[in-house]
């Protein structure tokens, strides 16, 4: 009975293992530091990670589908550029509308080389991060981008709250229940998988694996829209660089969250512990006063593991 129990523990340990060791990260930095554990900077962590979750979301569908969208960030920095841009030309909510139209049309575009012309989907979405990182520079003409009005009800999104919760936490969260519940409990959603898994198997069982891969795409493109949306409505400005380094911090998180580099496997809500953990780390590391060279050498650490753990787990199961 007792060994049964262990087993038991052991198994919860394992599925659970991602969220006890982001309970662990904050632990940490909330018994060194008064600064970390003030309902401020709690608030202020939610706010820093909304943009990078969402974008987590849409990545782990490209990851589970057995590929990878290194463009997001710059396209990214295109999407926000475009909506500040437009909001005072158009209105917020026209440019609102082109911009996720923007985010999506990228991924229509990664998506048909990838999933269609079966290209590989690193060296396809290396030469989209440049096109779109050019596309921005050229829209902006490398000028610094921002809003007439910088107290528009736009700005709200990214600043304003509800009661003590921001706004912007409150659509990363409906975004992130929407993006699992339909991972976990659609049908397309379980043809993601089954593609990222076996997608010869897949096309021998009727499955449209081509299809597949391009949504999971212009899923990615919509999480990046939205993103961008969160992103420049909390500064009312934008650059056409804003997005730099971001594909780094959302990968890193779909990693962390336990998503399987080979495709198959994941989940949207581990995703968001993954990205909280990542968010911890910065947010304590910036209190405590770690330079911020040292920060990135701790990050790719905390990468590198999460890999080293995920490509082990991997061969176990395969002997």
């Given at each position: ?49 909304a ?7 849409g ?5 589970i ?19 500040i ?37 690193m060296?396809?979405t290396?030469?989209?991060m ?11 003409n ?8 910088s ?9 304003g709250?509800?009661?003590p919760?921001?706004i912007?936490?409150?659509i ?14 659609s049908?397309?959603?379980h043809q ?29 493109g919509?999480?990046t ?5 969160l992103?420049c ?17 959302v ?29 911890i ?19 790719c ?10 490509i082990?787990t ?5 002997a």
């Open positions: 009975m007792e060994s049964q129990s262990n087993k038991n523990f052991l198994t919860t340990l394992k599925k659970q293992g991602i969220v006890l060791a982001m309970i662990l990260v904050y632990l940490v930095f909330f018994v060194i530091s008064k600064q970390f554990r003030t309902f401020d900077n709690f608030i202020l962590l939610f706010r820093q990670v943009t990078i979750a969402v974008m987590g979301a990545m782990t569908y490209v990851i589908g057995g590929n990878f969208d290194l463009s997001v960030g710059s396209l990214l920095s295109l999407c926000c550029v475009i909506c841009d437009l909001h005072d030309k158009i209105g917020p909510i026209p440019a609102m509308i082109v911009t996720i139209i923007v985010g999506m049309a990228s991924g229509i575009v990664s998506g048909y080389l990838c999933g269609y012309l079966r290209l590989n989907s060296i396809v290396l030469g989209m440049n096109v779109l990182q050019a596309l921005a520079m050229m829209y902006t490398g000028q610094f981008v921002q809003m007439a009005d107290n528009a009800w736009f700005t709200q999104i990214g600043k709250s509800v009661g919760v921001p912007s936490t409150i990363m969260v409906i975004f992130i229940i929407i993006m699992g519940y339909y991972l976990n409990r049908v397309y959603g993601v998988m089954s593609v990222g898994g076996n997608d010869e198997a897949c096309r021998y069982s009727g499955i449209n694996d081509k299809l597949v891969i391009l949504k999971t795409f212009v899923l990615s919509l999480s829209a939205i993103g961008a949306i992103l409505s909390r500064g009312a400005s934008a650059q056409c660089t804003i997005g730099e380094s971001y594909e780094f911090d990968i890193s998180g779909v990693i962390l969250g336990g998503a399987s580099l080979n495709g198959g496997s994941g989940s949207v809500y581990k995703t968001f512990v993954g990205v909280m953990i990542l968010g780390l910065d947010n304590g590391f910036v209190i405590i006063g770690l330079p911020y060279y040292l920060q990135w050498v701790a990050q650490i905390v990468i590198l593991i999460a890999v080293y753990i995920d082990m991997k061969r176990k199961k395969g």
